[in-house]
């Protein structure tokens, strides 16, 4: 039988490679590892990556058994879900990968500056009605200036139109360097191996969209830190679904 929500939880306390500091603590208790995160928990100076909104945590721990020399941190709020890829990875004694479980509003508040090289977005709500949190906004590519190391990359990976065209606008806007760029994953040629291997890997969240027909989106940029970041002023078609299995809940068409 499946263990609950509270059961997991409870494990989770347990666990040495989860930190848990939602809004509620974070607030009235500062990170100690806070651009200590390889001397203090990983005791190595390899790069750091992190994957937001990491869900079950198939693409940390994926990347990490990859890239043993890499740290890996997969950060989301909902830890029921974060349960799983955390007790994977110390089941398989993966020691380059953490979880966070905290608001990514907040994630600035754990990492210090340069601390972080890369940023994997694999999935995230596209958040179709405000733009302030979409996990590609300038909101939170401000706050990832803070800790990200300057042209850190930045990996979107998503069945969202939406956020792709909101994205690649935004990126375009602001003149940030494109890597890779692609409307359709799994039908795009000429990707090297190590390219492919990486994209490869599919989250449960994925392996739905893919059996619903949907076309998988990708872009990978650099984000540098000189100039003030903008918003695009454009009106962006609207996915016509809100999740799987769910139908969209708005009766617009378009937004920016």
């Known amino acids: 039988m499946a263990k609950g929500k509270l059961e997991k939880f409870a494990e989770m306390e347990t666990f040495t490679n989860v930190f848990q500091y939602p809004y509620s603590v974070i607030d009235r208790e500062p990170f100690a590892m806070k651009g200590r995160w390889c001397e203090m928990y990983f005791k190595?100076?390899?790069?750091?990556?992190?994957e937001l909104g990491c869900g079950k945590g198939e693409y940390t721990v994926e990347l990490a058994r990859l890239y043993p020399h890499v740290n890996f941190i997969g950060v989301d709020i909902k830890g029921a879900r974060m349960w799983t890829g955390a007790k994977q990875s110390l089941s398989e004694g993966l020691q380059n990968v953490a979880f966070l479980r905290t608001n990514i509003e907040v994630i600035?508040?754990?990492f210090d500056a340069d601390e972080v090289q890369e940023i994997w977005l694999t999935f995230s709500d596209p958040q179709m009605k405000n733009p302030r949190k979409r996990l590609t906004s300038t909101y939170f590519l401000e706050r990832y200036r803070r800790f990200l190391v300057d042209g850190g990359i930045i990996h979107l990976k998503t069945d969202s139109n939406f956020l792709f065209t909101y994205t690649s606008l935004l990126v375009g806007k602001n003149h940030l360097p494109v890597l890779l760029q692609t409307p359709d994953l799994y039908h795009t040629d000429g990707l090297d191996a190590e390219t492919e291997q990486i994209l490869s890997i599919q989250t449960y969240y994925e392996s739905m969209w893919i059996a619903r027909g949907l076309n998988i989106k990708y872009i990978k940029f650099c984000l540098t830190k000189q100039a003030?970041?903008?918003?695009?002023?454009?009106?962006?078609?609207?996915?016509?679904?809100?999740?799987?299995?769910?139908?969209?809940?708005?009766?617009?068409?378009?937004?920016?």
């Open 108 to 110: 600035d508040r754990f």
């Open 228 to 256: 003030v970041l903008e918003e695009p002023d454009v009106e962006i078609e609207l996915d016509d679904y809100r999740s799987y299995h769910r139908t969209k809940r708005s009766s617009l068409d378009k937004a920016k």
């Open 44 to 50: 190595n100076d390899n790069p750091i990556v992190l």
